[in-house]
Each structure stands twice: as C-alpha cells, then as structure tokens.
C-alpha cells in the first residue's frame, strides 16, 4: 500500500484534480515528509498533464489567484460570519456549526477538493477542522476590546490579539486579587476579637472548605470542554440546563452587582474614617449621619466607576497589577509588623476607664490629673463640668481609676489565652475588658453608651456567630476568577485547577495564619474596636503593620478601588452573556451594547442595581446578601458536577481527575447550610427570587438544548420509573385513560380535526398519557420529509391546544397497516396506550367510501383484540373548545345500556373536571324491559353511583324486550353456553340451578318467569346479568381458551350476596369466557338486519327525545360483526343509532374494571 501511494501521489493531487485519496494521504505525507499544512492549487477538469506547469496554468484560469490553503477558505467565511450581528457569535450558533460555514458554498466552486461533492455541505476538509481546533479563541470579560477596522466589503471586527497567559500570571495571581479584599483589612481583626480565635477559626474554615471543594467541581467542569465568556453561568447552564443556569447566573450576577457595592462602601469607609475624616457633608458623630456620608460619596464614587468602565476596559486593565501590588504589600506589611513584635511592640496604647475602653481622641493623656493632682488633664474636661478639681464629674468617672494598656502587646505577650473565646455583645454596649476591675454604677441618661458626647467604644450592631458567617464570607469569593478567562490561556485545562486551587491554599493560609496572628499579637478590646477609635482612628491591622499603618490604609483603599471596578466590569458582561444567549426574553435589550461590543445597557442596569446596595450605607449590611447569591451560584456549581457524575453521560470527560460525587455532594451541603447559617431570611429572599427566574424561563424562556445534565437525570428518572410500572399490574385504582389519538392530516399536512385535540386536553383529568398520531401512505424513502413536517404541525396544533401530548407520524403502505401499527406498538413499557380516540368516519355515508368504512371497522377490531378502549366522537368539530365555556344548566348524558367496564361513567366525572365542562350536570339513563322493576332499578343505580362517589340524576326507561334485541344478544347467554360455563365453575347439580336461578332472578320480585328459555325469549336483565371482566379477562376475544388457562376473576354488578360468596368459594377453578364473546354473530340471526334496524331505530327516538338538548351524549358501542359481509349493516346501524344528536361519543371498553367503589 505504501509503494502504491508513493507512485501516485501526484497523479492524484495535480492530474486527476477531482478527489484526494482519504487513504493515501497519510502515506504520502509520511512517506515524502511532506508539512500536514500543504497548499492545494485549483485545477480545472482536462487540464494539466504535468506538475508545476499544471498548476501555474489553473491558478492563471481562475483568475490569477494564489494557491489557497484549505484553512485560509473557511477563514475568509468566517470572516462574513463576524459581520453579521453582535449574535454572530450566539452560543446555539456556535455549537450547532462549530467548524462548518454554511454561507460559503461559492468558495469550493471549481475547486475540486471534497472527497465526494454533495457532502460539501456537511462534512468539512480534515485540515480545515484540525485548524480550527488548533486556533479556537474566545473573548474574554473585560480582558480585551474591540477595535473597529473598515475596508471595501464594510465594517468588520478585528479582534485585538494578546498572548496567551500561564497558570500563575492568568488563574493564580486573578484568583488572588480577587479572594484577598476588603474583609481582609477592614473587618477581620474585629470577627477575630468577636468571635475569639477559635470561633473566626471555625468561621474561615468553613468558608475555605466551602470554595475549596467548590473549585474542585468546578475544575472538573471547566475542563471538561472551553468555558467562554459568562464563567459560572456558562458552567451551570451548560451542565442544569437554560432553567438553572438562567436562575443562577442572574443570582451571580447581583451577587458580582452587589460586591461591587461592598467594594465602593469599604473605599469609602476607609476614605471618610482613616484618609480625610474632615471631609464629611453631615455633621460627624451620629451614626445616621454617617450613613448619610457614606451615601452621598458612594454615589460619587459608583459614578466615577462606571464613567472608567464606559470609557474603556483597557484603563481598568491597565490599573490592574497596581491593585494587586497594593494587596500583596498590605499583606507583606503585617506578615513584617507581627515579626517586629518579638524585636520591639509598636508603640501604640489603649486608654482604659475601668473597665471600658475609650475613644483615643480629644486627650492625650490617659490620667485624671497631673503635678500633684493639681492639673486637670483633656479627660478631665470631658467627664466634668469644668476644669477645676472640685468641678461635678460623671459618676464612673469618679468611682474608676484609668489604665493605660498597650494596644499591641506583642506575639509573645500571653495574650492568645485571652482571645480564644468570643465575647459578642448588644448594640450599644460598651467594649470592657472582662478581667479588669471596675466599679459599676447605675446608668443615666448622661451615661449610656449611645452618648456620643462620653468618649466610650461601644459596639454599633448585635454581633452573634451567623452574623458573623455572612460578614466574612464575601472575603473567599472570587474562584470563578481563572475559569472566566480560559480563552486567555495556554492550557486552561491545566491552568483552571492548579492556579484556583493553590490559589484558594493559599489565601486560606494567609486568612487563618492571620486570625491567629491577630489573636495572639493585639489586645481584645482594640480587636473588637471595628473602627479602631481607641488607637487614634488608624485601623487595627494598621497598628500592626510595618512600617506605618498608612500602608495599609494607601493598599486597601486602592484594592477596594479595583476590586470594584472590576466588579462593575464584569457584571455587565456576565448580564450581555445571559441576555445573548435568548433564554430570558425580557432581559434581550441589555444584550446589545457600542460597536466595539462594550455592554452599554446592561452597564447601566448594573449601575443602578449597585445603587441599591450604596444606599444600604452599611458594609455588615451589604456583606450577607452578596453572600447569599454568591453561595448560591457555588452550591448549583457543585450540584452541576454531582449530577454529571452520578449520571456519567458520555460526554463527561474532564482532564482534571481529582474529584468526586461525595465531595461535590458535601460542598452543596455546605454551601445550603451556609446560606441558612448567615441569615435564614435572605436565604429564603435569594432561592424565591432564582425560583420565581427558574419558572418564568419555564414558561416563557426559548427553548435550549444544551445536553444538560437534569434532562440526562430526566431520561435516568424516567426510565427507572418505565420499569418500575412493568415490575406490577395496574390496579383498578390507578387506572386512567392513556389516550392514542388518531389524527388525519389533509394534503398540506395540517391537521384535519383539532378539536380530537382540544377533546383529549378536556378528558386529561386523570393526568394520563397521550400520543397524537397519524398516518401516512407511501415509503418512508419517498415520504419522509413529509412526515417530519407533519410532526410539526401536529406539535404546533398541540401548542395552539396547550395539551401536553407526544407526537408521531409514520408511513406506511396503507392506512389500515398503519394505525395497527399504532395500536400495537405505541408507547413505551408501562407508559402504553389503553384507549383510542378518533372522529367518526361522515364520509363514507356520502360517496359510500368502502376504504373508510373498511379502515374504520378494521380499526375497531384491532382494538378489541388489543383489550383497549374505543371511544369515537360523532361531529368533532362541533365539540367545544379550550377556550369554550358551557352554561349552566347543560347536561352530559349516558346512556348504559350495556356494563362495559366503568368507563361510561368514568368520562362523565373526567370531562366535568375541566373548566370547559365544569358547569354540566351528568344524567344516566338505563334501559328496563317491560316486566322489570323500574322503581328497584332507580334504586339499586343510585346506591351504586353514591358507593361510586360519583354525584349524577338517574333515569330508568322502560322498552319493549324487542326494541332492545340487538342488545338483548348482547348480553344474552344460551341455555347451552351457560350450562358450559358453569360446568367449567364445576357447580354440583344443586348448585348449577341454584346458579341459573339467582342469575335470572336476582333483586325483583316481578319477573315473570318462562317456562322454557329459548334464545328468542331468555332476556337476563342487563343490571343483574352481566359478567364483568376483570382485566386480566381476555375480553372481546374471538379465540376459546384452553381449559387449563389462568383463572379469572368474575365481577357481577347486580347480584345476590349469597351468588358473590358461591362464586368466591370456587373462584380458583375458574375459567370464564366474557359474555360478550358468547353472543350470537350479527350475520347469523334470524332476521337480523330488520330486528338490527328496529332497535337502532326504537332507541334512537328515546335517546333523541331524553338528550336532544344536551351538550354531550355516551353510548355504548356494540361490537363489530365477526364476518365482514355483515360491515356495511354495522355502519348503518350505529348511523341510525347517532341520527340527530349533535354531539356524541360511541364508547366500548377495554375488557377490564376503571372504576371501582373501594378506596
């Protein structure tokens, strides 16, 4: 094989022209060492001969071009595929034709290089596919613009290129700047001294495993394929569907909306209380008031943010490793003050009164008096009326002497003993340091803690341990900080979980090594200090730090500065990705933005959501509703993994192997309990609010298919459910009509009678299944487009219906094979068919139409023989519609005639359950021979109903025995067919007379009896007589059993309780045929045709007569006769039994009970 493609590789690739061999290929680039990115040269058919000469001559017939290679073709498509809208790059679009451009077909026109042409279409060159592999790119949030270039085909979008990032610059060092932020220098010295060590131990632990085991299901979704822009909700909508992951990625965008609100209150914060405390609208020293401050210069700020952020990202870029070096000093800076306490404690004291710590301004010294006691000091002027030593002081005052503690005792001071343990307090109280003594006196007006004229620290909130969780945990967001620019890196594969994970050790280590630090360096009172007013208003972690507490201050207010406007950067973009993707139609306007792609309106939305959280003027506030979406968005990542894994879906093949269902499983817990930890409320606010998301995109969102996980958990759930239902029989109880509707289509292929539709929607009470189908004739070679387009009618008729239903359409060579087809094999395991519904043939009585009368008959048959309900509506399109409302007053009619079942007086009860029908009153009419007792007849139906629960008027009609025949043969036995089957009951003698005794008397007392029953004469009752079926009664059956068949159970509606109990006793040895199955056939009885006619005739006047005005009338449906030539005297009788009723429905049942009285 190798020598052969040796010798021919140019004949195939210059002389032929037409095809490149697809197994040569490979040989010859092996054997010749030839480049895989070779050029082909067009060349026209019956043109060159030679080689090189070959080619110059083609390229010079087409027009002078230069060979092409296979990659630059379908580059140049794309290229027009970029100009076509900002949805160019929709992500339906671009996973539906990934590699293929269907817009460039011109391009391969005399450019003989498909291995065979029609497939040109569909399956692209190898070499074009590897290439777009090897060069797939993605834009990034906020990590590139794009520039406008112009040239003679219009306006197109060239994307600016940068190169590709590693692990540590693209995922580690993001990951970082991200999780280190704001808590960080603001509050956690204050959790450390609330909480004690342990306590903030507990906390950090719990956050950090949280984002731990998060990132861990989220490294193996991410590399599990490329993540583009939208980060997290592409991961979660891709993995739990467009309902989830629309519902969660609006929950993290306000989660990305609000931290940039907690962002632009802690700048602010650090800007008002540490930087220029002078610069304040409001008057200082009421809280409301620096609420208000706060307010006002966080508006400013936010405003100034967004004008950054709207001018262009590349700015914020820019400014970005100068944020990240201000939080790596910050951090460096405290890692050294801790050192150079062991060498020498910074200089820095807290000023005691008692017990209480006071605010360390105004005074210099913490002394009374000075020189002998003859000097007032600051302190002294505060706490007294004036400067003098004999001036009125406040009582605490007097009573407690002042001590002057270090604020920083140092790392080896001892003071770890005493930070261990939490100390929360109320609003308003003061910060005490519980071992030193003071004199506690009674409270005045002059000297409680929210006197903000005494120099007191007192705690601003109520602190407890949950509030404490909500507070902290926006500290270890921003996981999602790599995976949202994987487009940026070499191998995201590998970058995505190294970098995050590390990254998360890391700050974790940094958090707890913190905590710990605190704790064991800085006295507790100044740790609860949340301001650090005791130290002379520099934060905490600045008394710390080396050398000056301004280095914390410059560093955290400019990693505030930046974590927000990345914050205010990225939301919008995840907001852009949600509204391109179509799956929330009301959200489509913020998908558009300026012609470089910059999200304009969704930037504006994002402006005015982050306003919401600047007016709540409180960073412990802001902290646990951000915390809330957060963990939301982090609890769906690891349900996502979790549920890919469990249902290990072939597509699920991440490269990062380190993971499993049990970690994903106890970080979604984690994650839940969380929520409920920080506060129950908001918890219940975010799922109401991503709930409420979940079903309107339900209900209104575009449909997606996105190979999501939860239809994989569907398909799993379903079949799992399919067989379970086949492990048992159905029981009477749970039975409903699980509806095969018939449906025609014209030749247009739309549907002929919408109302089967709207008619099944109305009896789908019982909550059942439902299959559309139709046939069509012909070969599914020649006739399968039309068949797809006729499923689609069929759906956009079940849509204009709201009936939820399957559809299916087959062809077939005739109409008859085809709804056999139907009948037997519809459905699926326990989810199968037991009924059909279908419009009356009307056009066989006009032009006497033998197909439609054949088709409809042998329709019946088969499903007779299939044990399945029959129900047939006479004028279909007179039925009333969904939207219909019948008036009150209306009536559904039965007419029970024969027991078939139930299921006459089971549709009646669906019907009425809708709101079409809800008004209608049901009426059941039974037929009485002459010599019956109508009277005990009404009564013994009426109790029947009332053990059925079934509320509905009874009315009994009296006939002559002969106007009723037809259906007398119905339900008639012969003396010698029931003589065999009470020899097959094994009855004694006794007991055999006994039986056709209670059989022909049962209930009344005014049956004239016969002296010799003939089959003329022996008229049973039908109330009395009938033998019910139970379903596992082979019924309508044309076929005797076998003797030694299972036995069946022997239901009798009207009967003695002394024949139940007879017939219980010998129940085992049972084997009966239905009564129905015993009936003479049609074609041979003695003048059938005119006693046929006369019954249909006879009846037809009552039922017109009793139900000409109502809304619906059910009747029994005989059975078909055995031998055909008797088909057309069928037809016409059920037309002469339905002549003049506007609405009917002939109903036959399936050989089985559906309704019982039992619970």
Not at 829 to 843: D, F, I, Q
Not at 962 to 967: G, L, P, Q, R, T
Not at 973 to 985: D, G, P
């Amino acid at each position: 094989m190798g020598r052969s493609c040796r010798h021919l590789h140019v004949w195939t690739l210059f002389i032929c022209g037409h095809h490149i061999s697809s197994y040569c290929l490979p040989e010859i680039l092996k054997s010749q060492k030839m480049p895989i990115n070779f050029t082909v040269v067009p060349v026209e058919d019956g043109e060159g001969s030679g080689g090189g000469g070959g080619g110059n001559s083609a390229a010079a017939a087409d027009g002078g071009n230069k060979p092409a290679s296979l990659g630059k073709l379908f580059e140049e498509g794309e290229a027009e595929v970029n100009v076509q809208g900002p949805y160019a790059d929709d992500d339906g679009q671009r996973e539906s034709s990934l590699f293929i451009n269907q817009d460039n077909e011109h391009y391969y026109e005399g450019k003989n290089m498909a291995l065979f042409e029609e497939e040109m279409d569909s399956t692209p060159m190898v070499a074009s596919l590897l290439n777009k592999l090897a060069n797939y790119t993605n834009l990034t949030q906020g990590v590139r613009e794009h520039e406008q270039a112009e040239d003679e085909e219009g306006v197109r979008r060239v994307t600016v290129t940068v190169p590709l990032m590693g692990t540590f610059i693209g995922v580690y060092l993001p990951c970082m700047q991200n999780i280190l932020g704001v808590i960080l220098f603001i509050r956690l010295t204050w959790i450390v001294g609330t909480a004690g060590i342990l306590g903030t131990f507990a906390i950090v632990s719990m956050c950090c495993i949280c984002t731990l085991l998060t990132a861990i299901s989220m490294s193996a979704i991410a590399t599990n394929g490329v993540v583009p822009a939208g980060g997290a909700y592409y991961m979660i909508s891709r993995s739990l569907g467009p309902e989830f992951g629309g519902a969660v990625g609006l929950c993290f965008y306000l989660g990305t909306t609000f931290a940039g609100s907690l962002y632009i209150l802690g700048t602010i914060e650090i800007l008002l209380i540490y930087i220029v405390p002078t610069a304040t609208v409001f008057k200082e020293g009421d809280n409301a008031a620096m609420k208000n401050n706060m307010r006002v210069y966080g508006t400013c700020c936010l405003l100034l943010m967004a004008l950054v952020v709207f001018v262009g990202v590349k700015y914020v870029n820019k400014l970005a490793l100068v944020f990240l070096s201000c939080v790596v000093l910050s951090i460096m800076a405290t890692y050294a003050g801790v050192i150079k306490t062991l060498i020498e404690p910074p200089e820095f004291n807290v000023c005691l009164l008692g017990n209480r710590s006071l605010k360390n301004e105004g005074f210099e010294l913490c002394a009374k008096t000075i020189k002998n006691n003859t000097v007032t000091t600051d302190l002294w002027s505060i706490f007294c009326h004036s400067e003098y030593p004999n001036a009125t002081c406040d009582e605490y005052f007097e009573l407690n002497n002042l001590t002057e503690l270090p604020a920083i005792p140092g790392l080896l001071s001892g003071v770890i003993k005493d930070n261990l343990w939490g100390d929360y307090g109320e609003a308003g109280t003061y910060l005490e340091k519980k071992s030193q003594n003071s004199v506690q006196v009674q409270e005045t007006p002059m000297n409680t803690p929210m006197n903000t004229s005494m120099p007191y620290v007192f705690n601003d909130i109520t602190t407890y341990f949950t509030l404490l969780v909500g507070i902290y945990f926006p500290s270890v967001t921003g996981i999602m900080a790599g995976s949202n620019r994987s487009g940026d890196l070499r191998d995201a594969q590998r970058s995505i979980p190294i970098g995050t994970i590390m990254a998360i050790l890391t700050t974790s280590f940094i958090y707890i090594s913190c905590v710990v630090l605190f704790g064991a360096c800085i006295e507790g009172v100044v740790l609860r200090d949340k301001f650090g007013y005791s130290v002379k208003k520099n934060p905490v972690i600045g008394t710390l730090a080396w050398p000056s507490p301004w280095v914390i201050v410059i560093g955290s207010f400019f990693s505030c500065c930046g974590a927000g406007l990345q914050s205010l950067t990225g939301a919008p973009r995840l907001l852009q990705a949600i509204a391109r993707d179509g799956i929330i139609p009301f959200l489509q306007v913020f998908g558009h933005g300026k012609a470089n792609g910059e999200p304009t309106w969704a930037l504006l939305l994002t402006v005015g959501i982050c306003e919401i959280g600047i007016l709540i003027a409180s960073l412990d506030d802001v902290a646990p509703i951000l915390s809330m979406f957060f963990l939301m968005c982090y609890l769906f990542v690891n349900l996502a993994c979790a549920v890919q894994t469990l249902l290990r879906t072939p597509n699920w093949r991440p490269r990062f192997k380190f993971y499993h269902w049990t970690l994903s499983f106890l970080g979604m817990s984690l994650c839940l309990s969380l929520m409920f930890i920080s506060s129950w409320y908001y918890a219940l606010v975010a799922m109401v609010i991503a709930g409420c998301i979940y079903k309107y995109i339900e209900y209104r969102g575009a449909v997606k298919e996105w190979g999501d996980g939860i239809r994989g958990l569907s398909l799993n759930a379903a079949r799992y459910a399919l067989i379970r239902l086949e492990e048992a029989p159905l029981h009477t109880k749970n039975w409903r009509p699980q509806l095969l509707v018939l449906c025609k289509l014209d030749a247009d292929m739309s549907v002929r009678h919408p109302r089967l539709m709207s008619f099944s929607t109305q009896l789908k009470a019982g909550r059942g299944l439902t299959i559309v189908c139709s046939v069509l004739e012909g070969t599914y070679m020649t006739r399968g487009n039309d068949a797809k387009t006729g499923e689609q009618n069929l759906k956009a008729a079940m849509v204009a219906e709201k009936m939820k239903a399957f559809s299916h359409v087959v062809v077939a060579s005739n109409l008859r094979d085809g709804f056999s087809l139907l009948i037997q094999s519809a459905g699926l395991g326990g989810m199968k068919h037991n009924a059909v519904l279908m419009a009356w043939p009307t056009g066989w009585t006009l032009a006497r139409d033998t197909l439609a009368r054949k088709n409809f008959i042998e329709t019946v048959r088969e499903t007779t023989s299939a044990q399945q309900a029959l129900l047939v509506a006479k004028n279909i399109d007179n039925f009333p519609g969904n939207h219909d409302r019948l008036t009150e007053g209306g009536t559904i009619d039965v007419w029970w005639i024969v027991h078939d079942g139930g299921l006459l007086m089971l549709l009646p009860f669906l019907l009425s359950q809708h709101k079409v029908w809800r008004k209608c009153q049901m009426r059941i009419f039974t037929v009485a021979q002459m010599d019956d007792n109508s009277i005990q007849m009404k009564k013994d139906l009426q109790m029947f109903l009332y053990q059925l629960r079934l509320d509905a008027m009874v009315e009994v009609v009296e006939m002559h025995d002969s106007d009723i025949s037809a259906f007398t043969y119905e339900k008639t036995l012969v003396m010698e067919q029931r003589s065999q089957m009470l020899k097959q009951m094994q009855l004694s003698r006794t007991e055999r007379e006994r039986e056709i005794q209670s059989i022909t008397d049962v209930s009344r007392g005014s049956i004239k009896r016969k002296k010799a029953p003939s089959l003329d004469s022996l008229c049973i009752p039908e109330e009395e007589a009938q033998l019910i079926h139970d379903r596992n009664t082979a019924s309508h059956s044309t076929n005797e059993k076998a003797a030694g068949a299972t036995p069946d159970r022997v239901h009798m509606t009207w009967t003695k309780d002394k024949l139940i109990h007879e017939r219980n006793k010998h129940r085992d040895a049972m084997g009966v045929k239905d009564m129905f199955n015993m009936k003479p056939e049609w074609e041979n009885l003695n003048q059938s045709n005119v006693r046929r006619m006369h019954t249909a005739v006879k009846l037809n006047e009552v039922v017109r007569k009793k139900s000409q005005d109502s809304q619906l009338v059910l009747l029994n449906m005989p059975g078909p006769p055995k031998n055909k030539k008797g088909d057309a005297n069928y037809m016409e009788f059920l037309e002469v039994l339905m002549d003049g009723l506007d609405r009917v429905l002939l109903v036959r049942g399936g050989g089985r009970e559906v309704i019982t009285i039992y619970s």
